[in-house]
Nanobody
């Protein structure tokens, strides 16, 4: 059974930083794209960032570009999201996604596996 377990969320002041981790178990994703999405209260889930199987290609939503960094460690079957200069608008539940089916890019990828989510709250 595939499981994606996120950690690292919490409460932080605006301008602060957090690092989210997502550890996968049940199968290896070393040949698959992985990513992060988020859902704010009253809004639809949205794409945040994605990374290809080798870590050599990354994609970011315009709203987080330059502030967030996605990375992965295939030996640990884990993907990370480093978030800096956080803003109140970044407040959301952040979901790990694995085995993204990307076309020309991963911005509108279909996702085969989801984590349960971790809350990130940024206070002003």
């Amino acid at each position: 059974q595939v499981q994606l377990v996120e950690s690292g969320g919490g409460l932080v002041q605006a301008g602060g930083s957090l690092r989210l981790s997502c550890a996968a178990s049940g199968r290896t994703f070393s040949s698959s794209a992985m990513g992060w999405f988020r859902q704010a209260p009253g809004k639809e889930r949205e794409f945040v960032a994605a990374i290809n199987w080798s870590g050599g290609v990354t994609y970011y939503a315009n709203s987080v570009k330059g502030r967030f960094t996605i990375s992965r460690d295939n030996a640990k079957n884990t993907v990370y999201l480093r978030m800096s200069n956080l803003k109140p608008g970044d407040t959301a539940v952040y979901y790990c996604a694995a085995d993204l089916q990307c076309g020309a890019s991963c911005f509108d990828a279909a996702v085969n596996y989801w984590g349960q989510g971790t809350q990130v709250t940024v206070s002003s």
